[in-house]
């Protein structure tokens, strides 16, 4: 789900924030990728032309092998040097949203059956989609399909965009790359998005950075989290009436959810905080997931096993061979490709998170300055 409105507030808060591009201003860069969206992406668009998922002659859904392959022989053949990150185990905070989910996917699945019933084929396609949910096996074939294509990935503890954020925080991958803004939450020095989107939609690469948007909404990045938790994050329901304006206004004015929630509670305001709302828990997961250090992950780029390719997109699930050995040689190609160094590659930028500079943030260090030149 990730963060409600928070794009919108630094789109209008902190606009040098964003950057868009194409994807091959980003050759030379590793980043990190958010495995389990991407695969749900896939599945949900990457479709026949009569809406249903693509399938092999057994009738096996192929739409996530086939969209994982061509996007990613698409950043490779870009410059790019992609590390995929899968999910781990859910923490405990997050059932009830997987609940709702769940429910979610039971109603979809009703009306799909419905509108089958009625002929409506347009209403069975846009339910249909909403049931899609990627599967342990679907994940299997996926890190297989990497292996056999020389594409490092890793298994996170815990939530994978909290693994990918940690990996750019410590210098692994100059980028954390997923649809959930909550990423940023966690750190992310370098958010992308729309990096794994069809290059049919002509949707550009969307960057954005941590500190720039910090300093356009005046805030630390203890703030920033509590901000991201009262707009509304995969944790926590939100509080009724509360909106992003509303949100960043509160917390402007309070300081913090303490402050927030002191003042919900003694004032005539309409908007009430839910009896069971564990906002401490949320913050703790923002502050202190459960991730790898990066400094202990092990991350390498090899040469495709074309053999393998072979045998497990050809002979297994019905690709065209002409593709996959064409696919295989620019994955090779760009394996062994040596890339001019960037010229920001020569200047190390201190991450926002480490040290005192994650609880103090960019405003707390603009502000000392002031008040030594006064």
Not at 60 to 86: A, C, D, I, Q
Request: proline residues 4%.
């Amino acid at each position: 789900m990730g963060i409600k409105g928070l794009n919108r507030l630094i789109s209008e808060h902190a606009p040098n924030a964003i950057k868009t591009g194409e994807m091959k201003q980003f050759a030379g860069r590793k980043v990190a990728i958010d495995a389990s969206m991407s695969l749900y992406q896939f599945l949900i668009n990457v479709r026949q032309q009569d809406g249903s998922q693509l399938t092999n002659e057994a009738g096996e859904t192929t739409s996530h092998l086939v969209g994982l392959f061509s996007r990613t022989v698409r950043m490779v053949s870009n410059g790019l040097k992609p590390l995929y990150v899968f999910d781990g185990k859910p923490p405990v905070l997050k059932s009830q949203e997987l609940g709702k989910r769940l429910a979610k996917r039971q109603e979809a699945e009703k009306a799909a059956e419905d509108a089958t019933k009625e002929g409506k084929v347009e209403d069975y396609d846009k339910f249909a989609r909403r049931t899609v949910k990627v599967t342990r096996e679907q994940n299997e074939e996926a890190k297989e399909l990497l292996r056999l294509m020389g594409i490092p990935y890793i298994e996170a503890p815990c939530e994978a965009e909290a693994q990918c954020a940690e990996l750019a925080r410590s210098g692994k991958v100059y980028a954390a790359a997923s649809e959930d803004m909550d990423t940023l939450c966690f750190g992310a020095p370098v958010l992308l998005r729309h990096l794994t989107f069809s290059e049919q939609k002509k949707v550009p690469v969307t960057e954005l950075f941590l500190d720039k948007a910090l300093r356009g909404l005046d805030m630390d990045m203890d703030t920033f989290v509590d901000l991201c938790i009262l707009l509304g994050c995969d944790y926590l329901d939100t509080i009724p009436g509360i909106g992003p304006v509303t949100a960043l206004k509160l917390l402007r004015e309070h300081k913090n959810l303490e402050g927030v929630i002191e003042h919900l509670k003694s004032s005539s305001s309409k908007s009430k905080v839910p009896e069971d709302w564990p906002y401490q828990d949320a913050r703790e997961l923002f502050r202190n997931h459960d991730v790898m250090k990066g400094s202990e992950c092990e991350i390498s780029w090899k040469k495709p096993d074309v053999d393998g390719l072979i045998e497990f997109l050809v002979a297994k699930r019905g690709f065209s061979e002409d593709r996959v050995r064409s696919a295989a040689e620019k994955l090779a190609k760009g394996v062994s490709q040596g890339y001019q160094g960037r010229l920001d590659g020569f200047f190390k930028k201190k991450p926002v998170s480490e040290g005192t500079e994650k609880r103090r943030g960019v405003s707390g260090k603009n502000n000392a300055a002031k008040k030594q030149k006064k």
